[in-house]
Structures are given as structure tokens and as C-alpha cells.
């Protein structure tokens, strides 16, 4: 064999192990998951840009805000916030807002409200605006709530005007609560129109509320394109949450972003929150949508 040729084999050869020893020495993607801002309340209200550095680095692909005010972010004009959550390889997803039912002298100034805020979420690149409560009088007249619907019918539709998806972010009472022998949360879920609302399952509440997540999966398919991934505290540091399962049963869902949520913590914000998204990435049978 000629000189050349020798060392021609002999730099491929290092070139190849190069690439191999590359390839699996390279730490494995990370899920597709968000993270609810209100997970790290306390200190993003403090700094918001070192508190999105450190949502961004302990894995997250995106956010969804609670944290709207007044046409801004955090203090921070859309603009200026889609820019910071951009330079942190991050996005928003989804974000927390919204208005309680008005009577019928609010309505315009209520409805003008969501005209803006829409535009502020659209200028900030989001896709869905959830609300997440309603007030005290759904929960006690079943024509409140069915108003109620009627009043997100109409959000939702001022959204899908602008591109965004409007939702509801449940708790556990509208599980465990009837209005004349019909379940809250089934009402909602009848009574919306789901090219207008989309639901926003908090796995967590939903469980503490008396209900199978799986089972409402498959009585109202498609219907729940966001999930709340919450457990007591950390994820996965409970035995209330049975996770597995729920992934297992969640075909008919219409899933297609996952966000998680620490409300309670045993350790400090940021060390629960990247307990949280380590136990997601680590768990087999949680598959996110690309």
C-alpha cells in the first residue's frame, strides 16, 4: 500500500471515530415542554431576565405567562418581551389572563379590554390565551355559567379573528360541584364551541377534584389541546399523580403542548421547577408533540 493512501485510511478512520464518539457523547434532547411563569412568581417579579436565563437553561422550550398587565409582560412592552424570550431560545406558548363575566353595562369596555389584550398576545408571538377562573356565581347558577359559556363562545371568537386559540384552565370545583345534576366542567365542555374553546386540563386539580383525566379524554375528544403537568408539589415526588396512566390514556386527548406547574414547592423555585422538568424528560412513557 502506497504512503499516501495509508494516510488517507488513517484520517478517515479519525474522522469517523470523531463523529461516532460526537454523536454519543451528546446529552439527549430535551421534551418539548413549557413552563407556567407562575411556577417562579416570586422571582421573576424581582428580574425577569435572569428568571427566563434560568427557565431557558434548566430545559424548557417555552412559557406561558401570568403575568399580563396593563398591555405588558412583566413590565415589559410585547415587543420587548418576545425579543428577551427570543435571545433565551424560548417562546410563548400560552398565556394567563382574563376578565370576569360583566353585566350587561360592562360588556363593551370588557370586550374592548380583550381587543387589546389579543393584539398585545399577538405582537408578543403568542398562540393561545387561557382564562383561568371564573367568578363565584358560576359555581352557584347553572344560567351564570351557561352566560359564561356564551361569553367565552364570544372571546374565542375575537380570538380566531387574530390566529390565537382561546381556553379555559380549570380547578378542582368545576369536578366536584354540580348545578342541577350537571357537573360543571361537562356543561362547559357541552356548552362551548370547540372551533371557538379549547380546554386547558390542570391534570393536578382535575385528580384532587374527583376525576379521571383519561375518561374525559374520551368523552369529549380533541378537546384538550393544553395540559397543566402538576403534581402536589414536584412533579412526580407524590403519590397522588399517576402519570403513566394518563399518558397511556391519552390518544383521544387532542394534545398538543405540555406545560408545567409548581404551585407548592419543597426546595426553591428553580430547583422544583428543574425537578420537575428531570422527572419528564426521564419518564419513557411521557411523548410530547414535536
Not at 121 to 126: E, F, L, N, S, T
Not at 223 to 245: T, V
Amino acid at each position: 500500500m502506497k504512503k499516501g493512501s495509508l494516510i488517507s485510511i488513517v484520517l478517515l478512520m479519525a474522522v469517523t471515530g470523531l463523529i461516532f464518539t460526537s454523536f454519543y457523547s451528546c446529552k439527549p434532547a430535551g421534551k418539548n415542554l413549557g413552563l407556567q411563569l407562575y411556577s417562579i412568581r416570586d422571582s421573576i417579579m424581582n428580574n425577569v431576565p435572569a428568571s427566563i436565563d434560568k427557565v431557558s437553561k434548566m430545559g424548557y422550550r417555552f412559557v406561558e405567562p401570568a403575568g399580563y398587565d396593563n398591555g405588558k409582560f412583566y413590565g415589559l412592552e410585547p415587543a420587548a418581551f418576545k425579543t428577551l424570550l427570543a435571545a433565551n431560545k424560548l417562546t410563548m406558548i400560552s398565556s394567563h389572563t382574563g376578565q370576569a363575566l360583566p353585566d350587561s353595562a360592562k360588556m363593551s369596555s370588557v370586550m374592548a379590554w380583550w381587543d387589546a389584550c389579543i393584539d398585545a398576545h399577538v405582537a408578543a408571538g403568542d398562540k393561545y390565551l387561557v382564562q383561568p377562573f371564573m367568578g363565584g356565581g358560576a359555581y352557584r347558577s347553572l344560567d351564570t355559567l351557561k352566560r359564561y359559556c356564551e361569553y367565552f363562545n364570544a372571546i374565542g371568537e375575537k380570538c380566531n379573528a387574530k390566529g390565537l386559540r382561546f381556553g379555559y384552565h380549570n380547578h378542582d370545583k368545576e369536578f366536584s360541584t354540580q348545578l342541577e345534576g350537571q357537573t360543571i366542567y361537562d356543561f362547559m365542555l357541552t356548552n362551548t364551541d370547540p372551533k371557538k374553546v379549547m380546554f386547558e386540563m390542570d391534570l393536578y386539580w382535575a385528580v384532587i377534584g374527583k376525576a379521571n383525566p383519561v375518561s374525559y379524554f374520551n368523552k369529549f375528544p380533541g378537546r384538550f389541546e393544553l395540559w397543566h403537568i402538576k403534581d402536589e408539589k414536584e412533579i412526580g415526588a407524590s403519590s397522588i399523580m399517576d402519570f403513566k396512566a394518563i399518558w397511556e390514556g391519552s390518544a383521544n386527548s387532542g394534545m398538543k403542548y405540555g406545560i408545567v406547574e409548581v404551585e407548592r414547592y419543597d426546595f426553591d423555585e428553580f430547583t422544583s421547577c428543574k425537578k420537575s422538568i428531570d422527572f419528564l424528560n426521564a419518564a419513557p412513557y411521557v411523548v410530547m408533540p414535536k
